[in-house]
């Protein structure tokens, strides 16, 4: 796991709270009373940013500092299984060069899903399990069960629905892949809410 100072790691917020306050890199660094020398590399990833710099940014993009702290923990957990799976020999390799640009466009629905209770729809959850599967299906199981873990979406009924047709399709050519799949949609469906009953009418 990426310490929590890890500039790979808080590179990845900073880029994320200026294109949040769709500021310039000097625009930003004036608001939040840094050098845009400093904030550069802070994006670059060459130095990391104290927590009291990342607030005042946070403040700049009007984000919420638990909602910060969130984003923290998930691009680490990301990027530090991301590393693993680079060192496993048995595995393909995971190029972070295309995960970042994923885990930034991701970062907004998840502070909008962290800032908003309400609940969608069952056909809004239906679009959304269909995007989140879609984006998700090019990655190895064990690494989808991860994302899927530490998502605030882990217990989508319709998530579920996703991971069982895949299941279903997968049954015919790869058994082992079917099983995979049919167990990670039980692991979706403990974590689903009861009262709401399955998505599906």
Known sequence: MA????????RLVVIFLRSQARMTQAQFGKESRV???QLSRYESGDVAPSEEVLRRMAKVARIDWPLVVHLRQLYSALLAAAARRNTTPT????????????????????????????????????????????????????FRRR???????????ALAEQVCEASRKSATGNAEEALELAELALAIT?????????ATP
């Not at 994302?147 to 009924?157: A, T």
């Not at 403990?190 to 009953?197: I, K, Q, S």
């Open 3 to 10: 310490t929590r100072g890890d500039s790979s790691v808080l």
């Open 35 to 37: 050098d845009q020398a």
């Open 91 to 142: 595995s393909g390799v995971l190029d972070l060069t295309i995960l970042e640009p994923v885990l930034l466009a991701v970062a907004p629905y998840l502070i909008e899903i962290q800032a908003e209770p309400a609940r969608p729809t069952p056909e809004e959850e239906r679009r959304e399990a269909e995007q989140i599967w879609k984006a998700l299906e090019k990655y190895p199981i064990p």
């Open 147 to 157: 994302l899927i873990e530490l998502s605030p979406r882990s217990g989508s009924w």
């Open 190 to 198: 403990a974590r689903c809410p009861r009262e709401r009953g399955s």
